[in-house]
């Protein structure tokens, strides 16, 4: 799977920057190409049923997939309440009951 070019507008743009600077927005760019690879394969795993054994078993603590088995029921999960969680970082632009 392949992730898009960068479009010949963006790359100019770039270009237009001292080389510090192009080396900081192109280091992103990768960074961002990689994690969007890397979440394909993942729904395209899923889509096909590939996920590992442990995954069956997987809930999530905010955003974060969770495989552990803390000694509870799966139904533990499907309460009425909310869950608060705090998985280690900042959201920006919405708040999880802070």
Same mark, same amino acid.
């Given at each position: 799977?392949? *992730? ?5 507008a963006? =790359?100019?743009?770039? !270009?237009? @920057?001292? #080389?510090?600077?192009?080396? #900081? *927005?192109?280091?992103?760019? #990768?960074? @961002? !190409? =990689?994690?969007?690879?890397d /979440?394909?394969? $993942?729904? @395209?795993? /899923?889509?096909? %049923?590939?996920?590992? &054994? +442990? +995954?069956?078993?997987?809930h999530?603590?905010?955003? &974060? ?5 803390? %000694?509870? =029921?799966? +139904? #533990?999960?499907?309460? +009425?309440?909310? *869950? ?7 959201? $920006?632009?919405? =708040?999880?009951? $802070?």
């Amino acid at each position: 799977m392949s *992730v898009a070019k960068t479009p010949v507008a963006v =790359s100019d743009a770039i !270009k237009k @920057l001292d #080389a510090s600077d192009q080396v #900081a *927005v192109q280091t992103y760019i #990768a960074q @961002l !190409k =990689s994690t969007i690879e890397d /979440l394909e394969g $993942e729904v @395209l795993k /899923l889509k096909k %049923g590939d996920a590992h &054994e +442990d +995954d069956a078993h997987a809930h999530f603590h905010g955003h &974060e997939k969770c495989t552990a088995d803390h %000694g509870h =029921s799966d +139904d #533990a999960h499907h309460g +009425d309440e909310e *869950v608060s969680h705090d998985h280690g970082h900042k959201h $920006e632009g919405h =708040s999880h009951g $802070e």
